[in-house]
T-cell receptor
Framework: IAGITQAPTSQILAAGRRMTLRCTQD?????MYWYRQDLGLGLRLIHY???????GKGEVPDGYSVSRANTDDFPLTLASAVPSQTSVYFC???????????FGQGTRLTVV | GENVEQHPSTLSVQEGDSAVIKCTYSDSASNYFPWYKQELGKRPQLIID?????GEKKDQRIAVTLNKTAKHFSLHITETQPEDSAVYFC?????????????FGKGTMLLVSP
């Protein structure tokens, strides 16, 4: 079934640890995004990629990094997790940058 | 960059009533305006979108209107049902420009009471 998949679904992480959230899509979409969702703050863009091999910073990029080695995968890495990174993380993709976005099921991350 | 404001933050209606959610945007170059519905614990899903070459679009009980001059757009839900209860997000982008991203409003929690 075509779509976008995130892993893990949830994670509890000790502060200071490194963590990679995985995101894979099989729709051959050019653009991919990482958002974090916090109560009252909506969906805030962390990083994006308009096409394989390119990435860009969103509204809240500090403490996160991404890579886009191929069309399908767009992992998000927290180099040294802090409690303020506790959030629900959504990966999304769209056929072209800025067009209809399809979201993964989300990753609930708790940093303690 | 683009800034999207969404109002109200919460909206309570009785079943059968209409609900209206409004958004304003700042960048006059934006030309794509989608609306997403997010049920509790689920992912956001697109319910309707509009591009700047049209002023209104309808899909059964939902409609979106766009006023480019005033830089605002609205979601209208008629004959609301309890299953319409969810958080709704508006967004704006310079769709398909090669470098655009979607900027979201902060969301509206809609509660439809039976």
């Amino acid at each position: 079934i075509a779509g976008i998949t995130q892993a893990p679904t949830s994670q509890i992480l000790a502060a200071g640890r490194r963590m990679t959230l995985r995101c894979t899509q099989d729709m051959r979409h050019n653009a991919m995004y990482w958002y974090r969702q916090d109560l009252g703050l909506g969906l805030r863009l962390i990083h994006y990629s308009n096409t394989a091999g390119t990435t860009g910073k969103g509204e809240v990029p500090d403490g996160y990094s991404v890579s886009r080695a191929n069309t399908d995968d767009f992992p998000l890495t927290l180099a040294s997790a802090v409690p303020s990174q506790t959030s629900v993380y959504f990966c999304a993709s769209s056929p072209q940058p800025g067009t209809e976005a399809f979201f993964g099921q989300g990753t609930r991350l708790t940093v303690v | 960059g683009e800034n999207v404001e969404q109002h109200p933050s919460t909206l309570s209606v009785q079943e059968g009533d209409s609900a209206v959610i409004k958004c304003t945007y700042s960048d006059s170059a934006s030309n794509y305006f989608p609306w997403y519905k997010q049920e509790l614990g689920k992912r956001p899903q697109l319910i309707i979108d509009i591009r700047s070459n049209v002023g209104e679009k309808k899909d059964q009980r939902i409609a979106v209107t766009l006023n480019k001059t005033a830089k605002h757009f609205s979601l209208h839900i008629t004959e609301t049902q309890p299953e319409d209860s969810a958080v709704y997000f508006c967004a704006a982008s310079m769709g398909n420009s090669g470098y655009s991203t979607l900027t979201f409003g902060k969301g509206t929690m809609l509660l439809v009471s039976p």
